[in-house]
């Protein structure tokens, strides 16, 4: 049995607004109420200001507030779909999550790849990264050991 742990980088600040937007629209929610989350999230406005030097302000496209109670739902929701096509067990935990899977012969290790890749592609269409650092695997077999370098199969 292989376990990869990943944790997302910066994950309740990478949500993009218009992809979590997308995606709640695809569960129908009602109009009104879609509005509103719009709304709650697209009214920031952030600045950098250096020595005393301030940039002009711009609106701020990314994130939901995690001390917030909506923001960690609106999250959940937002990666909903990580395990769609997943062949292996995939658990979702807010911004930490586990992929387990058989690997004691090859075709059961090459599953764990093929997730590894697919779950790769779903961050590279949702703007948002892995924290390579974090992301660590576990080994628990009795017999031969099938490796798994994270880092070689699972870009971070």
């Given at each position: 049995?292989?376990?990869?742990?990943?944790v997302?980088?910066?994950?309740?600040?990478?949500v993009?607004?218009?992809i979590l937007?997308e995606k709640?629209m695809?569960?129908?929610?009602n109009?009104?109420?879609?509005?509103?989350?719009?709304n709650?999230?697209?009214g920031g406005?952030q600045?950098?200001?250096?020595s005393?030097?301030?940039?002009?302000?711009?609106?701020v496209?990314?994130?939901?507030?995690?001390?917030?109670?909506?923001?960690?739902?609106?999250?959940?929701?937002?990666?909903?779909?990580?395990d769609?096509?997943a062949?292996?067990?995939l658990s979702?935990?807010?911004?930490?999550?586990?992929?387990?899977?058989?690997?004691?012969?090859?075709?059961g290790?090459?599953?764990i790849?093929?997730?590894?890749?697919?779950l790769?592609?779903?961050?590279?269409?949702?703007?948002?990264?892995?924290s390579?650092?974090?992301?660590?695997?576990?080994?628990?077999m009795?017999h031969?050991?099938l490796?798994?370098d994270?880092?070689?199969?699972?870009?971070?």
């Amino acid at each position: 049995m292989n376990v990869v742990y990943f944790v997302f980088s910066k994950a309740f600040h990478a949500v993009s607004h218009k992809i979590l937007i997308e995606k709640l629209m695809k569960y129908r929610l009602n109009e009104q109420s879609l509005k509103w989350i719009e709304n709650w999230l697209n009214g920031g406005a952030q600045r950098v200001a250096i020595s005393g030097t301030k940039s002009g302000w711009r609106p701020v496209t990314s994130g939901t507030p995690h001390v917030s109670i909506l923001g960690p739902v609106l999250f959940n929701i937002f990666i909903n779909d990580l395990d769609d096509g997943a062949v292996c067990t995939l658990s979702k935990f807010a911004d930490d999550s586990k992929l387990g899977g058989v690997a004691d012969i090859p075709e059961g290790h090459a599953a764990i790849r093929r997730d590894l890749n697919r779950l790769e592609k779903w961050a590279d269409r949702n703007l948002t990264k892995f924290s390579k650092g974090k992301c660590k695997v576990l080994h628990t077999m009795k017999h031969r050991r099938l490796p798994l370098d994270i880092r070689k199969h699972f870009s971070l």
